[in-house]
C-alpha cells in the first residue's frame, strides 16, 4: 500500500486491507488494485477506501465470486504481514 503513496499506520493500513483477508493472506492483484485506486483517486487517504465485503460479494449476481479467484494455486499471494 505504501508503495501506491498511501498514508497511514500500520493498523490504518491493516484494517483498509482486511476485506481482502482470505484465510490469513491477501490476494495480491486487489491489495495492487485497491493501492493504486487509493494512491492515484483518493490523494492517498486510507480513510477513503471503498466499503466492500466479502459478504456482498457472496450476495452479488455474479456468478464468478471474488473468493474463487482468490482460491488459484498459482496467484501469488501476500502474506498476512504485508501491505
Known sequence: MRAWGVKGDDGALAHVIEPLNIGGFYHA???AVLGSYLGNFA???????PGFSRQDAKESDDPRPASSIASWSDVPRLGPCSK
Open 29 to 31: 492483484l486487489s491489495v
Open 43 to 49: 490523494a492517498g487517504d486510507a480513510n477513503r477506501a
